[in-house]
């Protein structure tokens, strides 16, 4: 056999056989199962109660008499803010507010509680100004008029193509789950395929063993076996993720239903997941090799690619930035800065549509620069690796550079 | 043939030359040694005729072939400083390894359960590499550096850090090696290993050779012109001995430029002494070691 596929199988099965390599292939999916379950047991837990809680209200205007059953939220009135602190310090109301006489021109209700919380509830929000509206046009509108305005807005959007027809892929939040979820999944198998990579090179390295491979193989030969079969096994992994990514969700909208049956995948995220994932691996992975030739141990060598996964992670930190302001010019750069460009197509994918050109020059920035720092790699790389002890200097290597 | 050939090599990283114009060969069937103080460029010129690193200029030569991919597995090496993948069997590793030198699995495993038995290892071969001691990961690591038959072996301090009786071990193995043909070269700082071991020597100091050659006549050629003398009865004056000195057990004589050993051991014999040794005295190596270095500080 081929030297350099002997060097790729036996460095995809030394990585796939380690532990954390298979603790953190299992695990991912292991832990959506997990959420899945304990979804449905909170949701089945926690399903709002349909106990009428009453609220105490004293009206100090006059003529809020009508609509005191407000859902589940009852409104009973008191003459004096007096007896409705009585009846809330008795437990008989929850809470209560009082419309004061000027509340026509300044809009302020007082509220009291005694419970300890950051805003008042969403569900008494709704009741209280439902049933300040309703009071308000009672009897100048009609009935039909009052629901409106009081939700005026149920917002049903659907994306047509360019001939008109309903779209397949219809955005939204349902489009947006997978694509952030794999965002952070892709930097992780990205980081730490390289960072394997790192360790293997910085471990032959610091026992010497690398001077028996080198006396069998050459340096481009054992670069070549190494970075593909490590990298093998990152894809491998990636692949059973992705795998498991539509068996998940089928669950996850078969049992819970609701927001996760809107889930769908974006146009070609697969195609992009793997081919991002190749060539952002393939970048680290150079870059790993170089650092891996030139730093003295792999703990050294670690600290140093960590300059370098930054970038990478930088699209997993401004999400919701890219969430909200989804067509700012700084996302077109991260899309074509390679080192952020695997991590910030996909979360972008999830937003909005990246125009082709945009996709196509992110491709072409990453594979001219893979094959640029590959070429760099390959002359500091026989040099340094043999070199231990001392870390060269950053002139020296610059000098070795140009005249390797 | 010559197994090796090594001409004009010279080797320098960054601005400083560590590697200066250095010529020698090795035969087949003979075992070499390459001795030199610490930073002489032994290491590099290792590396160069392991194909590790290529030299600036000049050329290594195996079997009349110059080094390339090819040449390769013909090449045998056991590194100064050893290890191997510690999670990974003693059995796999050997396969590994020789499979990168071209050998078949079928083959390498059938030679590899061979060297371990040869070795006493054969007990071990399913153990990882990191349940190993050092002596036996060295045993290993030797193994791998012969299992392919290879033309050329460079054993760095092979003996360091193991135990009489595999040193006693090695040794045979390495005069089987050196009976089947191959060439081995032999780098360390044991003088006496190099002296029971090796039939001629390089001694390199600062990149350039400074001793080449047969080691017994690069020994005469140092040697002090006195002769050791074991003897019963009164010796009194000799013609030709400027002095003499008595050691424990023994007298060294030292010899005035003209005489030459032969004489004075007739004039001895001639007086009728009982000799019971007469050794013409030679330097240890270690001895011609720091002379040749000491003098190359100065």
Not at chain 1, 35 to 41: C, D, E, R, T
Not at chain 1, 61 to 83: E, H, K, M, V
Request: with cysteine; glycine share 8%; hydrophobic share 45%.
């Amino acid at each position: 056999m081929n030297k350099t596929l002997l060097i790729l199988r036996h460095e995809f099965l030394h990585t796939a056989k380690r532990r954390g390599f298979i603790v953190m292939t299992v695990i991912v999916p292991l832990v959506a199962l997990l959420l899945i379950g304990v979804f449905q047991l909170v949701s089945g837990i926690a399903r709002p109660t349909a106990e009428v809680t009453t609220i105490g209200y004293v009206d100090e205007l006059g003529g809020f008499q009508q609509y005191t059953s407000q859902g589940n939220i009852t409104l009973a009135r008191f003459d004096t803010p007096d007896d409705a602190t009585e009846a809330l310090v008795n437990g008989d109301i929850k809470e209560y507010f009082v419309i004061p006489s000027d509340y026509i021109s300044t809009g302020v209700i007082n509220r009291y509680t005694l419970e300890k919380q950051l805003a008042a509830s969403s569900a008494t929000m709704t009741a209280i100004k439902n049933f300040l509206t309703s009071n308000l046009l009672a009897g100048k509108v009609p009935e039909a008029t009052v629901v409106r305005i009081e939700a005026p807005l149920n917002l049903v959007s659907t994306r047509l193509t360019e001939t008109g027809a309903v779209a397949p892929e219809q955005g939204g939040y349902g489009n947006f789950v997978i694509p952030a979820v794999f965002s952070i999944l892709l930097a992780l198998a990205i980081i730490f395929t390289s960072m394997y990579l790192l360790q293997g090179l910085g471990d032959e390295k610091e026992n010497r063993l690398i001077e028996v491979l080198l006396s069998s193989v050459s340096a481009r030969q054992l670069l070549t076996g190494k970075v593909l079969g490590i990298g093998a096994a990152g894809l491998a992994q990636v692949a059973i993720w992705a795998i498991s990514v539509p068996f998940l969700l089928n669950l996850a909208s078969s049992s819970i239903g609701g927001f996760f049956s809107t889930i769908q995948l974006p146009a070609n995220f697969i195609v992009l997941a793997v081919v991002y994932f190749i060539l952002g691996y393939l970048l680290f992975a150079v870059i790993s090799a170089s650092i891996g030739a030139i730093s003295s141990n792999s703990r050294e060598g670690q600290q140093l690619i960590g300059i370098f996964t930054i970038p990478l992670l930088i699209p997993l930190w401004f999400m919701s930035l890219i969430m909200f302001l989804p067509d700012s010019p700084i996302w077109v750069f991260f899309t074509i800065f390679p080192l952020s460009a695997p991590v910030e197509v996909i979360v972008r994918l999830g937003v909005a549509d990246i125009p082709a050109w945009q996709l196509a020059t992110s491709l072409a920035v990453m594979v001219l620069s893979i094959i640029g720092i590959l070429l760099l790699t390959i002359r500091v790389f026989r040099t340094y690796l043999l070199m231990y002890g001392k870390r060269p200097g950053w002139g020296e290597i610059i000098r070795n550079l140009r005249s390797g | 043939m010559l197994a090796v050939e090594v001409s004009h090599i010279v080797k320098s990283f960054a601005d400083k030359v560590v590697v200066n114009d250095l010529s020698f060969s090795v035969a087949q069937g003979e075992i070499f040694g390459l001795i030199g103080p610490n930073g002489a460029g032994k290491t590099t010129t290792i590396r160069m005729m392991m194909d590790i690193i290529k030299p600036d200029s000049g050329e290594v030569t195996i079997l009349g072939e110059k080094l390339s991919e090819a040449t390769k597995n013909k090449l045998g090496y056991l590194p100064e400083e050893r290890g191997l993948y510690k999670k990974l069997g003693v059995l796999d590793s050997i396969i590994y390894l020789a499979s990168l030198k071209g050998m078949d699995r079928r083959s390498a495993e059938e030679k590899a359960n061979e060297l371990l038995n040869q070795t006493g290892m054969l007990p071990h071969r399913g153990k990882k590499i990191e349940e190993l001691s050092r002596g036996m990961g060295q045993i290993i690591q030797f193994i791998v550096g012969i299992i392919h038959d290879p033309e050329l072996v460079v054993l760095d301090e092979p003996f360091a850090g193991l135990d009489p009786v595999n040193t006693e071990l090695l040794k045979g193995m390495l005069a089987d090696l050196r009976n089947q043909g191959k060439a081995l070269v032999l780098s360390t700082h044991q003088m006496n290993e190099i002296e029971e071991l090796c039939d001629r020597i390089l001694m390199i100091n600062h990149g350039r050779a400074v001793l080449y050659g047969n080691l017994a006549e690069i020994k005469s050629k140092y040697r002090s012109n006195s002769v050791l003398l074991e003897f019963e009865g009164e010796l009194g004056e000799v013609p030709g001995v400027t002095e003499k000195r008595t050691h424990k057990g023994y007298t060294e004589l030292m010899l005035d430029g003209k005489t030459t050993p032969h004489q004075v051991l007739e004039r001895l014999v001639n007086r009728g002494i009982m000799i019971n040794r007469f050794e013409v005295a030679t330097p240890p190596l270690n001895e011609i070691f720091l002379r040749v270095v000491g003098k190359n500080h100065e």
